[in-house]
């Protein structure tokens, strides 16, 4: 009778330890479901505030290089400015003089190494006399030296860019970047800023551009906010 007693007891023991560890087993998954649950919350939290950071900090080197882009199309503005503004004066000197001044004046702006080249564009018989083809000045960079364009071809720029939307606003512009082919024979990209030029009287008599290489965009001075690598492109309204 004891014996028996003793195994109820043991059995009961038993089974009270096995009715234990399950509970034990069951509360420790859960536990561990509940922790799972939690580290992932967690590093998605974390995950989505260090992408949230890194946004924020991406659009701010972007809104600062933006600004560089900024500063510089305003310098190429205010060269171009200041070649149709002096360009006027240039028409009450002899010929000879002119044509100096002219050559001359589009070689200085090149003192920028960002500039690669300079021009001006005339309307027929306006800026000289005798010129019903117009007559059209270009001063680029040529290897290590320049090289210097003077072509009476206004049929060919009188359809640019440049030149039209100039002449119809009445104000500058900055182009597309467009396919160039030099005198050379070397085919470039570039981007224009241009600014009509007017006489005395206020009437319009040519176009004076600044260009640039569209690559230049892509080599200047830009933060890269700690990054080692960057990426960039130019977009027109085409996209």
């Known amino acids: 009778m004891k014996n028996k007693f003793l195994r109820s007891k043991d059995q009961n023991d038993m089974k009270s330890r096995s009715l234990t560890n399950k509970i034990l087993t069951k509360t420790m998954v859960a536990l ?15 995950q989505n505030a260090f992408k949230e950071k890194q946004e924020n900090e991406i659009k701010e080197i972007a809104a600062y290089n933006s600004k560089i882009v900024v500063s510089y199309l305003e310098k190429m503005d205010n060269f171009s400015k200041s070649l149709a503004n002096n360009v006027a004066n240039y028409r009450s000197f002899d010929y000879d003089t002119a044509d100096k001044l002219l050559r001359d004046s589009l070689e200085s702006v090149l003192v920028d190494e960002n500039i690669f080249s300079a021009y001006y564009a005339f309307e027929p018989n306006l800026y000289f006399p005798d010129t019903p083809n117009g007559i059209s000045y270009y001063v680029y960079r040529d ?58 009287d206020g ?25 080692e690598t960057s990426e960039g492109c130019l977009l027109t309204q085409e996209g």
Do not use: W
């Open 32 to 46: 561990f479901f509940v922790m799972l649950v939690v580290i992932v919350t967690l590093s998605v939290v974390l």
């Open 143 to 200: 290897g290590d030296g320049r090289a210097i364009d003077v072509l009476n071809n206004y049929d060919v720029y009188s359809t640019g860019e440049y030149y039209t939307v100039s002449q119809e606003k009445l104000a500058g512009h900055i182009t597309e970047p467009y396919e160039y082919e030099l005198t050379n024979g070397e085919t470039v990209y570039l981007v224009s800023m241009s600014q009509p030029i007017f006489n005395g």
């Open 203 to 227: 009437d319009f008599i040519g176009v004076t551009n600044c260009d640039i290489l569209a690559e230049v965009f892509l080599g200047l001075d830009y933060d890269m906010g700690g990054y």
